[in-house]
């Protein structure tokens, strides 16, 4: 556990939790004074950003990253990059804190550049997740895993879209959107197979991106939705919360044999 007390791991893990303290702050400012200061909500963002440049540059040991996620894959005959991973979730964040300034003033700019982020992270799960689900066929115990969560997201997405933010001509502009953050969910599920992996450090990217989910349905739904959810003190906080545990969840990778990811 002397892991956890090192630098290397509590310089970006309080960075990114102050960066949750706050979005928390700011939405206690909404409840107090009925007054949003979205400088204060991007602020936020800018803490996990950093706490993501910190984890790339100062924290983690590339080689050593490297080995841990080529050691675990369970399909040999497919090379990964976890180097993309690593360098892609830094571009994640950073163009997750232009949409989040952007949409304030802009709906369509702003989920354009959030649409951008979407395939950036798909792009860094690609790093250390074989996103074709084709190529799991050799392994069978995988493959039927994958066509399970394959199954589940396309019942799910086109599912919440239609019930809770489909209202007419006009939302019809957001399909691209849930198509691409489904697409992204449904990819970070694939991650649980790969089982030679620290169970933190999976399950930390499979909530965040259901949070990630959750905060833009209910941006959706505040937007075009005709039932509103009346949730929208939780878009910030739960999006917030989501970048966090995204970036910060390599910070819990361990290998079976208990080797981490950190610098020396």
């Known amino acids: 556990m002397s892991q956890y007390r090192s630098s290397r791991f509590l310089i970006p893990f309080i960075l990114g939790s102050i960066g949750f303290l706050t979005v928390l702050f700011s939405e206690y400012i909404v409840i107090d004074q009925g007054e949003k200061i979205v400088e204060v909500s991007w602020l936020a963002s800018l803490f996990v950003v950093l706490s993501t440049l910190i984890i790339r540059f100062y924290s983690l040991d590339s080689k050593r990253v490297n080995q841990i996620m080529i050691e675990s894959n369970p399909l ?12 892609w979730m830094v571009v994640s964040m950073l163009v997750g804190l232009i949409a989040t300034i952007t949409i304030h003033s802009n709906f369509i700019y702003g989920m354009l550049v959030y649409l951008l982020m979407q395939f950036c992270l798909i792009v ?3 790093g250390i997740i074989t996103v074709n689900p084709l190529k799991y066929r050799i392994n069978p115990g995988a493959f039927r895993k994958i066509v399970i969560a394959l199954f589940l997201w396309v019942i799910l997405i086109p599912t919440i879209y239609l019930v809770l933010v489909y209202s007419d001509v006009d939302s019809l502009i957001v399909v691209p959107y849930v198509v691409a953050i489904g697409i992204m969910a449904c990819i970070s599920w694939f991650g649980l197979i790969y089982n030679r992996r620290s169970g933190l450090f999976r399950w930390l990217m499979i909530i965040a991106t259901g949070l990630f989910v959750f905060s833009d349905t209910l ?28 970036s910060n969840a390599v910070l819990f990778l361990r290998s079976k044999l208990g080797m981490t990811p950190f610098k020396n």
């Open 219 to 246: 941006i959706g739904n505040d937007q075009y939705g005709t039932s509103k959810i009346n949730l929208g003190y939780l878009i910030d906080v739960t999006y917030v919360l989501n970048i966090f545990l995204l």
């Open 76 to 87: 040999k005959a497919y090379e990964l990059n976890p180097t993309r991973y690593l360098n």
């Open 124 to 126: 860094a799960f690609s």
